[in-house]
């Protein structure tokens, strides 16, 4: 399968602790992009990146939120000291400028975090 | 900032059509998408309007009027496994925003035998 993974796929962890996702993108994919996505709600930009570099935060994104993307490959999402309101499904993106014009982004299945 | 509303939910027959309307108000604007998401899943693309007009692909049709920010997805001769929630975006200036997309909330569509 080439398409986007996410890790985990589900996710219970109790208030306070910290979770850390991963997510690998379509090889050679050099953009890649986290939303959150709430039960009934389209998702929310979270962060985006453009190979290594981290070019955008959403104000969204509090200070116990950190995105990495190292190698310009895969990417990691830390939420550290989690609240109830962090649960969520947390979403990967990745696109290519080269794929043409509509820059269409594929989507990962996703990673459900529930804070309990 | 951006602004995109749609409606909550629709229901419509098997082997019918639905119209799924999308206004936005964009402070820049590179592009309107629609995605389907069923339950549990990720979303999936389906169509991608820049210029004004419709886009036909298959059972599936996007219209968009950049002048009036407005986008529909049609859907025709519905079959069961259309059921889903049907997700419209737009993406900002393609330099500024990374073309980030932002999302409505989503129309449910049920159809029903």
């Known amino acids: 399968d080439t398409g986007v993974s996410q890790d985990p796929r589900h996710k219970i962890t109790k208030r306070g602790q910290n979770v850390t996702f991963r997510c690998d993108p379509i090889?050679?994919?050099?953009?890649l992009y986290w939303y959150r996505q709430t039960l009934g709600q389209g998702p929310e930009f979270l962060t985006y990146f453009q190979n290594e570099a981290q070019l955008e935060k959403s104000r969204l994104l509090s200070d116990r939120f950190s995105a990495e993307r190292p190698k310009g490959s895969f990417s990691t999402l830390e939420i550290q000291r989690t609240e109830q309101g962090d649960s969520a499904m947390y979403l990967c993106a990745s696109s290519d400028r080269a794929s043409g014009s509509s820059y269409e982004q594929y989507f990962g299945p996703g990673t459900r975090l529930t804070v309990t | 900032g951006q602004n995109i509303d749609q409606p909550t939910e629709m229901t419509a027959t098997e082997g019918a059509i639905v119209q799924i309307n999308c206004t936005y108000q964009t402070s820049g604007f590179n592009g309107l998408f629609w995605y389907q998401q069923h339950a549990g899943e990720a979303p999936t693309f389906l169509s991608y309007n820049v210029l004004d007009g419709l886009e036909e692909k298959g059972r599936f049709s996007s219209f968009l009027s950049r002048s009036k920010g407005y986008s529909y997805l049609l859907l025709k001769e519905l079959q069961m496994k259309d059921s889903a929630s049907y997700l419209c975006a737009v993406t900002g200036a393609a330099k500024a925003a990374g073309n980030k997309l932002t999302f409505g909330g989503g129309t449910r569509v049920l159809v029903k035998p």
């Open positions: 090889s050679e994919h050099n953009r």
